[in-house]
């Protein structure tokens, strides 16, 4: 995993096995490709290209395409959904040195010089630009750190259901077991950094820090177990 020097992951729009570096090069070509009838109905509109990587373990990303003039809340409900939700903890971004909030109301900031904005009265299209990269946390106490790149941009019309379009996506990590080599499923979190065990060698562990493996940077922690709604679940392992 972290010791393999290049990444790879799947084109959900032609199910091709790119190199991390090498996706956005393939999606300005993949993307025209895969047009549908659908979209030549549809309303064009400006929509924005973005890279979401891990910000401790790159070797987690997603490339998603959304529409400019969603907002940051819609944006933060996505990465909830596919990497992120375990119990309802706090979220917020920084973007150029402003912060952003999901939720305000009755919240007080003793600790902040200046008042986070909401992330539902903050459009992407008055905050972002190609080339900008920006933050988000998942949760105050145990975190979860993305690093946000917008990529691109373009004028189209954003294809399948939902406010957000998953481009490419990595494959799950090669985790194997600390004691035999082979394929690891669970983590065991006593252990800094987390050590991955398969089901046998996990058994004499203490089972309420033994967490299972998931494709995301939000594995092991809290109680982490993957999207809840699983068409956002993705354990494809790198073909051969
Ligand atoms: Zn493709
Ligand atoms: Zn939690
Ligand atoms: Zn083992």
Same mark, same amino acid.
């Given at each position: ?16 096995? @790119? ?11 993949? &993307?025209?490709?895969?047009? %549908? ?9 400006? @929509?924005?290209?973005?890279? +979401? ?12 395409? &959304? ?14 959904? &596919? ?18 909030e999901v939720s305000l109301e ?11 904005? %909401? ?31 917008? +990529? ?20 799950a990590p090669d985790y194997r ?64």
């Open positions: 995993m972290s010791s393999r020097s290049t990444s790879y992951g799947k084109c959900f729009l032609c199910g091709e096995t @790119l190199a991390k570096n090498a996706v956005s090069r393939h999606l300005e070509k993949c &993307i025209p490709a895969h047009e %549908s009838a659908q979209t030549a109905k549809g309303k064009p509109e400006r @929509l924005f290209h973005l890279r +979401v990587e891990g910000y401790e373990a790159s070797f987690y990303w997603l490339d998603l395409e &959304i529409p400019a003039r969603a907002n940051l809340e819609t944006l933060d409900d996505y990465l909830r959904a &596919i990497w992120l939700e375990c119990c309802g903890h706090l979220s917020a971004f920084e973007i150029a040195g402003q912060r952003y009755g919240v007080d900031f003793p600790f902040y010089d200046e008042r986070p904005k %909401s992330m539902k009265s903050a459009r992407l299209e008055k905050i972002l630009s190609v080339g900008m990269t920006f933050l988000h946390e998942y949760d105050f106490g145990t975190t979860t750190t993305l690093n946000i790149k917008v +990529v691109g941009e373009r004028i189209g019309v954003l294809e399948g259901k939902g406010k957000v379009r998953l481009l490419a996506r990595n494959y077991c600390k004691v035999c080599g082979e394929p690891a499923e669970y983590l065991y979190t006593y252990e800094y950094p987390y050590g991955p065990y398969c089901e046998e060698h996990i058994e004499d562990k203490e089972e309420e820090a033994c967490m299972p493996i998931v494709n995301s940077p939000r594995a092991g922690e809290c109680g982490y177990t993957g999207p809840y709604d699983e068409s956002l679940a993705f354990e494809e392992k790198q073909p051969a």
